[in-house]
């Protein structure tokens, strides 16, 4: 088996385009060859991890990309507010989550609630990460970009 790359070897992610999608009765998401693909590739993961954007649309990250992301950051054991709010946010809103053999990604009932989704999605390429946005919001959102 061939082994991974060092982080500074890595690709970087690049995930781009939007594919519409459903939210299934068992609460799964197909996610689109394109993106898995791209995620393996560059990632080395099957495991996501979901974090909620202050814009309330939900992001998924490859887990060891996010873990890299967030272990640059330098923690202390003595906290401010401003410290708190961060690790309340990228550590205790977060959720593990993993496809199965069919590329779907099981969404937790919190995720559903918290972001407003609806039975039709649309998943959007940002970059390092994939933008799980409710069909109509992403249309208004598109519309307004101009």
Request: aromatic share 10%; hydrophobic share 35%; net charge negative.
């Amino acid at each position: 088996m061939e082994s991974n790359p060092s982080s500074d070897e890595q690709k970087k992610l690049f995930l781009i385009g939007e594919y519409d999608a459903l939210l299934d009765d068992k609460n799964r998401i197909l996610v689109c060859a394109a993106f898995r693909n791209e995620i393996l590739e560059c990632a080395y993961d099957s495991s996501l991890i979901c974090r909620i954007a202050k814009n309330r649309v939900a992001r998924l990250y490859p887990s060891r990309y996010y873990r890299q992301m967030i272990a640059k950051r330098e923690l202390s054991l003595v906290t401010d507010e401003e410290e708190e709010k961060f690790l309340d946010q990228y550590y205790g809103t977060v959720f593990p989550l993993n496809w199965d053999s069919q590329g779907r990604v099981g969404i937790h009932e919190k995720i559903i609630k918290r972001t407003s989704l609806g039975r039709e999605l649309t998943l959007v390429g940002s970059g390092d990460y994939v933008a799980v946005w409710n069909r109509e919001e992403w249309e208004r959102r598109v519309q307004a970009l101009g």
